[in-house]
């Protein structure tokens, strides 16, 4: 490797690092060709809430990484952690009937966090195993209640669990089956708690709650439609990410918690970005109260540090787990990894010994919500800003009363996300809506300075637009 990566002078080896990586790596979710056509940008190091590329220009990092560095970047607490497993004991698993002190250590820690009756946890390596996982088990679980027609998933438009073969059938973003003849059978979707999306969707000028009731409605309507005696499970994200940052109203969650247990189905929560401290809470499910039968959480668990998931059993699931009389036929080699474990009970406790979650519902994420709307609202191109926690969508219109979005061929994305980073700021754009989820451990001041680089942005976005004369001086 040409240089030593502590080093911070990378300039020499950037041409070299993109050669080598446009002729030997295929990307997630890219356009290979026009990659190595643009070059890849390549980051070499991180600390707190900033990240710098191998040109040394820095960034904000708006997004935690893929929604996963709660603790943002440089944490030595977690790299010692880790370091101390990886010389102690760098692998065992858990299967003939071994464990090792990391992973029954972070079984007990969750135990203690997760809500009521999911004592019982099980793990693997990412949040699409994750989903993989709690969809065999929910199976599994009908199996043994004697109930095996119950087989069939329910989940919602514009959802994303994962890209296996079921998680990606899961997932109701649509253009992650095409190229895979998927969804698998016996995957069914229900609308998504998309309030602002209800007006064009024909919704006529509903206000939220209304909105709520009537999509749980379609819900019920559906699941007597397909048989409640054949549908194994809900799944459902507390808050949608990948599919926009859709914040449900406050009455959606309990209405469809109801709808579940009326109907003797089970509620999957997957938690892989609203858990731990995302939305204010530990879970996203208390932030929106409801108490799920099975949960999935990854990313945050060990604030992206290393690749750990895990899947909690409420008590029902669990018990009938728990007393099962044969053996549970699953699991991965590098279920509950030693290195892993290690890294995210720290990450667990480093959350809790600096009252992390309370912080996003008491103090930065209400300091947050507030910059943002004193920054944003009235924008003349921003039609909704949508928050709760550490999570913002300023989603991007052409029209604020009909909620008409720009043409598809403008990419307003894509555009503001292209000024984002000539800017120095680390900015999603889930089609024409902005995200941020920053580190949970971002400053006063930092929110401030992420904000400022978001809205010169914003306001280029609106001057290529037509839309704003002038924009705002830096
Ligand atoms: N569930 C949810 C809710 C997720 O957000 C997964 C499951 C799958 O996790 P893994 O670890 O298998 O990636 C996710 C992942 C994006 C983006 O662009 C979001 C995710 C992954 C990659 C990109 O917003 N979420």
Not at 333 to 339: A, E, F, I, L, M
Request: hydrophobic letters at 40%; glycine letters at 10%.
């Amino acid at each position: 490797m040409p240089g030593p990566i502590a080093n911070d002078n990378f300039s020499n080896s950037t041409a070299h690092w993109r050669a080598l990586d446009a002729a030997h790596h295929i990307h997630p979710f890219t356009q290979s060709n026009l990659l190595a056509r643009e070059g890849v940008r390549i980051i070499v190091r991180g600390k707190g809430i900033y990240l710098w590329d191998s040109d040394g220009t820095r960034l904000i990092d708006g997004m935690s990484g893929l929604w996963c560095v709660q603790l943002g970047y440089g944490n030595e607490e977690l790299a010692e952690a880790g370091a101390d497993a990886l010389r102690t004991l760098p692998y065992y698993n858990h299967f003939f009937k071994t464990t090792n002190p990391y992973t029954v250590e972070l079984a007990a820690k969750l135990a203690e966090l997760l809500p009521t009756g999911h004592t019982r946890v099980l793990f693997a390596n990412s949040g699409s195993e994750a989903t993989d996982t709690a969809l065999k088990l929910i199976r599994y679980y009908w199996n043994m209640q004697g109930k095996p027609n119950k087989k069939l998933h329910l989940s919602r438009e514009l959802s994303y669990h994962g890209v296996t073969m079921a998680a990606a059938s899961l997932s109701g973003l649509t253009p992650m089956h095409t190229q895979f003849d998927l969804p698998l059978p016996g995957f069914e979707k229900v609308p998504a708690p998309y309030w602002y999306g209800a007006k064009l969707a024909g919704y006529g000028d509903m206000g939220p709650e209304e909105f709520a009731e009537a999509i749980a409605a379609e819900t019920e309507k559906k699941i007597l439609a397909i048989g409640p005696e054949n549908i194994a499970s809900f799944s459902g994200e507390p808050v949608q990410g990948a599919g926009g940052l859709i914040i449900p109203p406050p009455n959606y969650w309990p209405l469809l918690a109801d709808i579940c247990r009326r109907y003797d189905i089970l509620l999957h929560a997957d938690e892989v970005i609203t858990g731990f401290g995302r939305t204010g809470s530990w879970f996203g499910c208390q932030t929106f109260g409801f108490l799920p039968d099975i949960m999935t959480m990854a990313k945050g668990l060990s604030s992206g540090y290393q690749p750990i998931s895990a899947i909690s059993l409420g008590e029902r699931m669990g018990e009938a787990f728990a007393n099962a009389d044969e053996e549970l036929v699953h699991g991965y080699t590098y279920s509950g990894h030693p290195v892993a474990s290690a890294v995210a009970l720290k990450n667990l406790e480093i959350l809790e010994r600096e009252n992390i979650p309370a912080r996003v519902h008491n103090s930065i994420g209400p300091y947050f919500q507030r910059r943002l709307r004193e920054t944003f609202q009235g924008h003349p191109i921003v039609g909704e800003i949508r928050s709760v926690g550490l999570l913002a969508a300023i989603e991007l219109v052409a029209d604020k009363i009909s909620h008409e979005p720009f043409p598809k061929d403008r990419q307003v994305g894509t555009l503001c996300r292209d000024h984002c980073f000539a800017h120095g700021l680390v900015m999603r754009a889930i089609r024409d809506t902005m995200v941020l989820a920053p580190p949970l451990v971002i400053t006063e001041a930092e929110v401030d300075e992420l904000l400022a680089a978001a809205k010169i942005c914003i306001d280029l976005t609106a001057k290529d637009l037509g839309r704003l004369e002038h924009s705002a001086p830096p």
